[in-house]
């Protein structure tokens, strides 16, 4: 992107009708670490990259938790991500006070959207995949800084996220009818394209959930790395799907496998995905 | 809707003391029961200014939103105030148009914070109100006074009907009352309130909510029966000057 005359501002238009303050916002979240989302008609599960910036530190906090049955995960500026998500925090909980019921996703990210454009404000720079459930569903949406908000059946953001998206761009139309652990797997999936190579391990990565019944709570590190483990092992497609571990509710093989494949019991350990 | 709240109730720095208001014209009792399909409420048409009954065609029970009941007891002007107010509420949640709207169970909590601010500023909405209804299936039934005591059962009701109907509700309602039980059992309870609260009048709506939607019955009249022995010749055994 070159200088302009017209950027100094957010209320200065250019001649070409842009803003170039907000369309510089929405650069730095190009610029954040991945976060990926995906839903199906029960779930939605949202997963980020966590890279530290030394190995001396901690990785930081991408994924909020907002409420029961409402998660964010942000990309770009984390600072201002926390920011947004105490507001989204505060919202929630002033509705549940009232009324004694959570507050509807698609309510809350309309009253994000109109804050992000404050004329006397820098725009916020990050984006927001919201992850929440309401009386018709689940839902996932993209809160942009630009003050769009679009909703998603999966998305990714982020830097490399075109890698996550292409993946969920084949598979979003199975998406609907998945199980959870499914969503999950393609979740994982969709974080490993956007490592290009890197080996998925679940120390750089978080993943969360929540679904119909099922709070929204992030996933503990054990508990992905034996997800990780468990679709590593079956190869490329989901083998047998045997993941004895964490509730696997319904494994059914049946959802996933479509054809039986033979999963071929790849030992190969890092098998190239040829989905 | 913040404009008239902000005005009502506040209490500026050079203000007078507000103290409690009185009530003028006031509502009596409001009885409830859950049945079967849903929602059962009861109300007399009486206006009362003290110990007149002023008028006979007010209407204590309304429909809120698609899926709830409201009726009032008390000051009659505070309700039609809370009506206002609740108007706008249900207003801005359909302007959402986002397939979720407010049930019971929020109206209820959103009433009993109001009720309770109110109270807390000194300057109550004089009212017991009941809020019925049926969402997704679920039947719910509450109740909110002046002070901003809340709770939920399956049958309520306000003032005299505390001390009149209640009891006949506690013995005789169960779950899964048919619709024509549960009409009888309402009446029986106001026809007790109708004899021995002054200020009943007998001119009654009977609401009903359910899954489907809300139908208010046209003010009809109980019938009463005053041939008592007793009633002939009331002076007998004291007779005086009347």
Known sequence: ?275 | MESIQAKQGLVGPNDPIQRTQLPYVTGTSVVALKYKDGILMAADMGGSYGSTIRYKSVERIKPIGKHSLLGASGEISDFQELLRNLDELILYDNMWDDGNSLGPKELHSYLTRVMYNRRNKFDPLWNSLVLGGVKNGQKYLGMVSMIGVNFEDSHVATGFGNHLARPILRDEWHENLSYEDGVKLLEKCMRVLLYRDRSAVNKLQIAKITEEGTTISQPYALKTFWGFTAFQNPTAGAEGSW
């Not at chain 1, 030394?54 to 990309?75: N, P, R, T, Y």
């Open chain 1, 1 to 275: 992107m070159f200088r302009n005359q017209y950027d100094t501002d957010v209320t200065t238009w250019s001649p070409a009708g842009r803003l170039f303050q907000v369309e510089y916002a929405m650069e730095a979240v190009k610029q954040g670490s991945a976060a990926i989302g995906l839903r199906s008609k029960t779930h939605v599960v949202l997963g980020c990259v966590n890279k530290a910036n030394s190995e001396l530190s901690s990785h930081q906090k991408k994924i909020f938790k907002v409420d029961d049955h409402i998660g964010v995960a942000i990309a770009g500026l984390t600072a201002d991500g926390r920011v947004l998500s105490r507001y989204m925090r505060s919202e929630c909980i002033n509705y549940s006070y009232t009324y004694e019921s959570p507050l509807p996703v698609g309510r809350l990210v309309v009253q994000l959207a109109d804050k992000a454009q404050r004329s006397w404000k820098r725009p916020y720079g990050v984006g927001l995949l919201v992850a929440g459930l309401d009386e018709k569903g689940a839902h996932l949406y993209y809160n942009c800084p630009s003050g769009n908000y679009f909703e998603y059946q999966a998305f990714a953001i982020g830097s490399r996220s075109q890698a996550a998206k292409t993946y969920l761009e084949r598979r979003f139309e199975n998406f609907s009818e998945s199980t959870r652990e499914d969503l999950i797997k393609d979740a994982l999936m969709a974080i490993r394209e956007t490592l290009q190579g890197e080996t998925l391990k679940s120390s750089i990565c978080t993943v969360a959930v929540v679904g119909a019944g099922e709070p929204f709570h992030i996933l503990d590190q054990e508990t992905v790395q034996k997800l990780i483990d468990s679709f590593d092992i079956a190869g490329t497609e989901e083998g047998p799907a045997a993941a004895p571990d964490s509730a696997a509710e319904g494994g059914s093989a049946a959802e996933g496998g479509a054809a039986s494949e033979q999963g071929a019991p790849a030992d190969e350990g890092v098998a190239p995905m040829d989905i």
